[in-house]
């Protein structure tokens, strides 16, 4: 059974950083895509990024434009945990922040429909 299982949010002022990790059981994150979604309370569920490292070909990244030059995807070298860095982390950053896998060979892929495997979330609060 795969698992994803986030951690690393929290607290910060506006301006500050947060890393946010994702492991993996069940399945690694050397194939598909892996994306982090946020959700605002009464708000949809919104695409942050996500990454599709091709092996031979490198990697794909597709940021959502709010997040662009701010937030940075990245994986460790097994494979089995990705990290989001937050930078300049300001209060609309707000949310509960989910990872997601898809086993899906599309891209990009921005739905949350197509991701099959989810974590249970972490929040993430930004003060001003």
């Known amino acids: 059974q795969v698992q994803l299982v986030e951690s690393g949010g929290g607290l910060v002022q506006a301006g500050g950083s947060l890393r946010l990790s994702c492991t993996a059981s069940g399945r690694t994150f050397r194939v598909g895509t892996v994306g982090w979604f946020r959700q605002a309370p009464g708000k949809e569920r919104e695409f942050v990024v996500a990454?599709?490292?091709?092996?031979?070909?490198?990697?794909?990244?597709d940021y959502a434009d709010s997040v662009k030059g701010r937030f940075t995807m990245s994986r460790d070298n097994a494979g089995n945990t990705v990290y989001l860095q937050m930078d300049s982390l300001e209060p609309d950053d707000t949310a509960a922040y989910y990872c997601?896998?898809?086993?899906?060979?599309?891209?990009?892929?921005?739905?949350?429909?197509?991701?099959?495997?989810w974590g249970q979330g972490t929040q993430v609060t930004v003060s001003s």
């Open positions: 990454v599709r490292w091709t092996g031979w070909s490198g990697t794909l990244a």
């Open positions: 997601a896998s898809a086993g899906s060979s599309r891209w990009p892929i921005r739905s949350a429909s197509a991701y099959d495997v």
